[in-house]
């Protein structure tokens, strides 16, 4: 991809000038871009991944780690009543790993849902820390753990959490091989990762394993992989590109400008804007949040149709 002539500084600013139509002749948007509807429940596919899922989807893993998380610390009932109504709302997919602790909750929830219409991601910590035992097991032996306490008999997407190594997938490749025979035996859909750094995200790009990532993006290079977000859009833009599903995170920089309304829509703004990831996950604490979520994205949805 070319570089922009642009600079983040000038395109952000142009953004907060509500100027729409920078998102389609800025040099970041791809050329080979998804087409959206007005509607931020809209399905969408997940590159050639064979599932299609909701533009947004509710993230349970608010200050997670350890298998706690803002859901799980919260009242039982609330949180639950929290992920129904984003199933009520449209929402039909949910985010889960196994350091969010948040599987009991959503098998809870999943009682008054109808399981074939949705997406439900989780995801193996295969690193130090992040979950209590100290011992790794092997990933079918994970997902099996997985499938009981969601009470589901497979899950849609699996991936490997949190990787920062160049080479994670030779370092893991023994896992990848047994992800890729519990999909073949459909007891998971869809296999991938969620990268944070620039280097595991290029070395997920070269994976033919990859089927869906998790990428951190918005336009402030906040809680990113690079603090220029031309250089992570132009790996993202590899990705999509590639066939691969994008599922963008972080866009609120992990929580650090949860609270600046400006911030927020030009961060909606920017990332529908590229054309190459496919989704979002938003990570919600209340319903309120939740409506005040998709009010921006029918906002921003419109905007873009009507450039």
């Not at 993230?59 to 859901?71: E, K, P, Q």
């Not at 790996?235 to 599903?245: E, R, T």
Request: hydrophobic share 40%.
């Amino acid at each position: 991809m070319a570089k922009s002539n642009m600079n983040r500084r000038k395109f952000i600013g142009a953004l907060g000038l509500g100027t729409a139509h920078l998102m389609f002749s800025n040099p970041l948007h791809a050329g080979n871009s998804q087409s959206l509807g007005m509607s931020p429940v809209q399905r969408v596919k997940l590159g050639n991944s064979g599932i299609e899922t909701t533009l947004i989807g509710m993230g349970t893993g608010v200050h997670a780690t350890n298998r706690t998380s803002y859901l799980t610390r919260q009242d039982k009932l609330k949180s639950i009543e929290t992920i129904e109504f984003a199933y009520d709302k449209g929402i039909r997919n949910f985010d889960l790993a196994d350091t969010y602790g948040t599987h009991p909750l959503m098998a809870e929830a999943l009682k008054k849902m109808n399981r074939e219409d949705l997406t439900l991601t989780s995801k193996i910590w295969f690193r130090g820390g992040g979950i209590p035992e100290k011992e790794r097991p092997d990933a079918d032996v994970v997902i099996d753990r997985f499938r009981k306490e969601l009470k589901t008999d497979y899950i849609d997407l699996v991936q490997i959490h949190c990787m920062v190594e160049e080479n994670w997938t030779e370092m893991l490749a023994p896992q990848m091989e047994i992800m890729e025979t519990l999909k073949a035996k459909g007891i998971i859909r869809a296999h991938g990762v969620s990268v944070h750094s620039l280097d595991a995200m290029k070395d997920a790009l070269q994976s033919p394993w990859v089927d869906v990532i998790h990428v951190r993006i918005n336009p402030y290079g906040i809680a990113m992989d690079k603090p220029d977000p031309e250089e992570v859009v132009e790996v993202i833009h590899q990705l999509h590109n590639s066939g691969k599903g994008v599922i963008g995170m972080k866009l609120v920089g992990d929580g650090k400008f949860r609270d600046d309304s400006e911030k927020i829509n030009n961060s909606l703004k920017f990332v529908l804007g590229l054309g190459s990831v496919n989704m979002m996950i938003v990570g919600f604490e209340t319903k309120d949040q939740i409506d005040n979520y998709l009010s921006r994205m029918e906002k921003t949805l419109a905007e873009i149709n009507r450039s």
